[in-house]
């Protein structure tokens, strides 16, 4: 076993047996930092697609946002997919995807597929599979490796007409370029961009009178937190150790790929860290309110919980850096949240048991 000595002398335990089993397998030929290789649609990412659009209909759904005719914006889109498809299959007017990269810049992107081609042969897939509903039976086998226990409902669609999508390269801080509003926000992705007060007050300016928003969001503090490119192989590693440890147990251990692992942990990932508490209090600063928040956790709890309990001073180290952190977080996977937006004139638009109804309201054009 080999360990690292903390700048306070504490040893922490360092192998790969503390990793590698938790992590998808990868490509044939790469190594589990490595980003995806060039290459057809595999059956993982069509799982994957499928049940992230499954998902996201269904919690709409479930809040009761009103979808006909709605405009959504897609945050940190990669290759459209998402938007492209809810548009397919649901009764959504138009949507507009932005992100700062193109298909395949990102070390987190999808790699080397023709958009327009993998948007087909997705549809292809999900009519073949589901021909009347989403239906999670129908693509459940191709899920073995995806932490979720968030088991969407049937969700019948019918064959949808051609409708307005477009694409712009733009950052999330830069909505207001857009000057356009929106009904529906949606982002997947905001644990690999910084300032979440800046996404929130840009979202803000584009969001219509009774948008919603909603996140898809992977807690840096989770067991993985830090994904494949920048997880060490200490057990929880990335809330043990403080900022300037980390950069050198990077060199260290990593030292052949040290300043890539660097480069994802601070500008890779959301940074500085802020805990789901903090966001929540950021959305409300910015006018919106949790709707509803919902935890789906990660598989393997039983092992994350004896891998910190195996650690001596384990919970006194994660304070030490991380003081507002809760255990709830620690052991979580992706959280789901949807957030309202708060009306202007609260007064004018509640309902008699003193909430405004979220799918209610004066519709934006399109």
Same mark, same amino acid.
């Given at each position: ?145 995806? /932490?979720?226990? =968030?088991?969407? @409902? ?11 999508? $477009?694409? %712009? #390269? ?67 590693? /990335?809330?043990? =150790?403080?900022? @300037? ?11 052949? $790929?040290? %300043? #890539? ?106």
């Amino acid at each position: 076993m080999q360990y690292f000595t903390k700048d306070d002398g504490r040893q922490l335990p360092v192998s790969d047996d503390f990793l590698l089993p938790f992590l998808s397998p990868t490509s044939p030929g790469t190594n589990y930092w490595d980003s995806p290789p060039p290459g057809p649609v595999t059956d993982r990412q069509r799982g994957r697609t499928v049940l992230q659009v499954h998902q996201v209909l269904q919690l709409l759904r479930k809040c009761g946002v009103e979808l006909k005719g709605r405009k959504l914006l897609d945050i940190g889109t990669g290759p459209g997919l998402i938007p492209r498809l809810m548009l397919e299959f649901s009764d959504l007017g138009s949507a507009v995807g932005i992100d700062p990269y193109l298909s395949g810049e990102h070390a987190t992107s999808w790699q080397g597929h023709n958009e327009d081609e993998a948007l087909r042969e997705m549809r292809d897939f999900i009519r073949a599979a589901s021909p009347v509903a989403l239906d999670y039976g129908n693509y459940r086998e191709l899920m073995g490796y995806e /932490h979720h226990t =968030l088991i969407p @409902d049937r969700f019948p669609y019918e064959v949808q007409p051609a409708k307005p999508y $477009r694409f %712009e #390269q733009i950052g999330a801080h830069d909505l207001s370029e857009l000057d356009e509003l929106f009904d529906i926000l949606y982002v997947k992705a905001i644990d690999h961009i910084p300032d979440w007060s800046g996404i929130f007050a840009a979202a803000s300016a584009v969001a219509a009178e009774d948008a919603v928003f909603c996140i898809k969001h992977f807690s840096f503090f989770s067991f993985l937190g830090p994904h494949r490119y920048a997880t060490t192989n200490i057990p929880w590693g /990335h809330l043990l =150790l403080n900022d @300037d440890e980390y950069r050198r147990f990077a060199k260290e251990f990593h030292g052949h $790929r040290a %300043e #890539q692992m660097i480069d994802f942990y601070f500008t890779g990932l959301a940074y500085p860290r802020k805990t789901m508490s903090g966001l929540v209090k950021i959305a409300y600063e910015h006018g919106f309110l949790p709707v509803t928040i919902i935890n789906e956790p990660l598989r393997n709890l039983a092992e994350f919980h004896r891998l910190a309990e195996s650690v001596e001073g384990f919970w006194d180290m994660a304070r030490e850096n991380y003081p507002d952190l809760g255990a709830e977080e620690m052991f979580s996977g992706r959280y789901h949240i949807v957030f309202r937006r708060i009306p202007a004139d609260t007064g004018s638009q509640k309902t008699g048991n003193g909430s405004a109804p979220i799918g209610s309201g004066k519709q934006t054009g399109h």
